[in-house]
């Protein structure tokens, strides 16, 4: 009867350890009834990138079918804090290269505050990367930005495409 049991319940939790994260876009987190983004602007002007963010200012808060799933995401790391070895346990998930570094930054819905282990080492930033793990529809305000969202990263490697 034990052995029944334990078999049973390791059938039952085994989707559970293989569960595949949900691969999500940045356009996916923003709310529903949020209008269309501009084309991105060139990096080197500035002045319109503040009208291409305009339209996805709507609130992460009303993003809560995305709390609590298992996803991965591609983005850029924006350090917040750094180990001795200079690996990167703290960070700002962005979905561009310069965020939060140039002005202004992107809205909440559009930042994610990643804590993990893991670490990134710091000579490895200038490049995108995957980010795995549990999303939470949460605000957080740090010293360069405000994030709609938070994750405790349990995957982050060097960000390639899925599409051929």
């Known amino acids: 009867m ?4 334990l078999a049973l319940s390791f059938i039952v939790a085994l989707p559970l350890w293989a569960a595949e994260p949900r691969e999500l876009t940045w356009s996916e987190m923003l709310p529903a009834d949020t209008a269309p983004a501009a084309p991105p602007a060139a990096m080197h002007d500035l002045s319109k990138l503040a009208d291409a963010l305009a339209a996805e200012t709507g609130p992460a808060a009303s993003q809560q079918a995305l709390d609590g799933q298992l996803v991965k995401l591609p983005g850029y790391i924006v350090p917040l804090d750094v180990t001795e070895e200079g690996r990167v346990t703290e960070f ?28 990134v080492m710091m000579d490895n930033l200038y490049q995108p990367f995957w980010i795995e793990g549990p999303l939470r529809v949460e605000n957080t305000s740090t010293d360069l930005a405000e994030a709609g969202y938070q994750m405790d990263a349990s995957k982050i490697y ?3 495409s899925t599409e051929n």
Request: contains cysteine.
């Open 2 to 5: 034990l052995r029944a049991l």
């Open 92 to 119: 700002l998930l962005v979905p561009y290269y310069g965020a939060c570094i140039h002005v202004p930054p992107p809205p909440p819905n559009q930042i994610v505050h990643v804590k993990t282990e893991l670490g």
């Open 158 to 160: 060097p960000y390639e």
